[in-house]
């Protein structure tokens, strides 16, 4: 059995994988709860976590034997909305084949630039990609 604690009373995911994970008959769902602590201790690891209602504040212990986290589809970029373009959810738009925003000596690089992929492998590829673009940023604007 799988419980899917989800913060909100919706999915934001698309209709179609929605479907797949509320039709399924060992998929619980666990409406407007977060995670707030893990409960276990050494050797056995992890054995529960306590919830938290996002509507009433009301705290409850569930049991499990593994969780897997995940933040949502939706980059914390706010904070640059008056200075990079953002796209309509919110990622940081780039130059095409590029980490290089309409800021010169500023890159986007993983999860707040990339919107298809999403994945670990492919957000630290795109560092390494921003890495090597400010390198040469910075040799190219080198003073002396």
């Not at 909100?8 to 977060?34: G, Q, Y």
């Not at 529960?48 to 009433?56: H, I, M, P």
């Not at 780039?94 to 993983?110: L, N, R, Y």
């Not at 400010?134 to 040799?139: K, M, N, S, Y």
Request: charged share 30%; hydrophobic share 35%; proline share 3%.
């Amino acid at each position: 059995r799988v419980r899917l604690v989800h913060r909100r009373d919706e999915l934001r995911a698309s209709k179609i994988m929605a479907a797949r994970a509320l039709n399924h008959p060992k998929i619980e769902v666990l409406w407007n709860r977060t995670v707030v602590e893990l409960l276990g201790e050494k050797p056995k690891g992890i054995t529960g976590a306590v919830l938290q209602d996002t509507t009433s504040g009301e705290r409850e212990e569930i049991t499990c034997d593994a969780i897997f986290y995940a933040i949502g589809h939706r980059p914390n970029t706010e904070l640059f909305s008056d200075s990079l373009d953002l796209d309509e959810n919110g990622y940081i738009l780039t130059k095409p084949d590029s980490t290089k925003t309409k800021i010169p000596g500023v890159f986007a690089t993983g999860d707040v630039q990339d919107h298809v992929f999403r994945q670990a492998v492919t957000a630290a590829g795109s560092g390494c990609m921003g890495a090597i673009e400010a390198e040469r940023f910075l040799a190219e604007h080198e003073e002396g």
